[in-house]
């Protein structure tokens, strides 16, 4: 039987299965050719970030993380949160395209949404925050 399972907030760092989630997706959604897909790439994109990552006394976890959903045990999808103190920020999310038609965008905002409440982040936010250019954070 199917398992869909999130691991929650897994530190953003470089793995060779989200590396291969990455570069599924560059490939099949975004119809990159191979060449423009590198491991480097997926590192300054997604995985490197200014926001340390911390957890405060009271127990909230701040920075950049990955939150992984997994299919009886294979990465299937990824979202890149950044976590600041009252804010859950939906930075990116990608996906295998063999399960394009699972709408797992749909699903990942869902488990976000809930995260930010249970959590106590007060906003949900579903893109990038910039701290230097405020024009990107208007909708």
């Avoid at 869909?4 to 989200?18: F, H, P």
């Avoid at 979202?79 to 939906?90: C, Q």
């Avoid at 869902?110 to 906003?123: I, S, T």
Wanted: aromatic share 12%.
């Amino acid at each position: 039987m199917d398992s869909l399972s999130v691991a929650r907030l897994l530190t953003g760092g470089w793995r060779i299965d989200r590396y291969q989630l990455f570069e599924n997706y560059q490939r099949n959604v975004h119809k990159e050719e191979p060449h423009e897909i590198s491991a480097a790439g997926f590192k300054r994109f997604l995985c490197v970030s200014p926001l340390p990552t911390t957890t405060t006394a009271s127990g909230k976890r701040l920075g950049s993380y990955h939150m992984c959903y997994r299919l009886d045990g294979r990465l299937v999808a990824m979202g890149v949160l950044d976590l600041l103190p009252d804010i859950a920020s939906s930075v990116y999310f990608i996906y295998h395209s063999d399960y394009e038609s699972w709408h797992l965008g749909k699903v990942s905002a869902c488990h976000e949404v809930c995260l930010a409440k249970e959590e106590g982040y007060g906003y949900y936010y579903m893109g990038n925050i910039s701290l230097r250019v405020l024009q990107l954070n208007c909708g």
